[in-house]
């Protein structure tokens, strides 16, 4: 059985991982989280991905249009801008080599029997 995924984590990836995904191909809210869960965050809900999308917009760290549906109102696209893109490449980096202390120091750890 996996372990529960600690929310505070994934608060301090996610504007991280939309970006990423975002760089991939310009999305609209709940098509971002249906790639997230795509991606294996399967437990992450709408109500925590739209706030992000909020403040990376408000950041200028994407930009957004809104879309005509055919099957309802129309849709908000997103897609990085070009310090959104930049931010994404530091962010990653910090992240990897984050990532690579924290395995160094848990592969130093006693395991579990």
């Known amino acids: 059985m996996d372990e529960p995924r600690d929310p505070q984590l994934l608060k301090g990836v996610l504007p991280m991982l939309v970006l990423a995904l975002l ?65 994404l490449w530091a962010t990653a980096r910090s992240w990897r080599r984050l990532a690579a202390t924290v395995e160094h120091v848990l592969d130093r750890t006693p395991k579990e029997s």
């Not at 760089?23 to 989280?33: A, F, K, M, P, T």
């Not at 790639?35 to 760290?61: F, K, M």
């Open 23 to 87: 760089s991939e191909r310009e999305s609209y809210g709940y098509e971002l989280v249906t790639r997230l869960h795509d991606g294996g965050l399967d437990d992450i809900a709408a109500g925590t991905v739209y706030p992000v999308l909020n403040r990376l917009e408000r950041d200028g760290q994407i930009s957004s249009r809104l879309v005509a549906s055919t099957a309802g109102p129309a849709r908000k696209y997103y897609l990085p801008t070009t310090t959104g893109t930049d931010q």
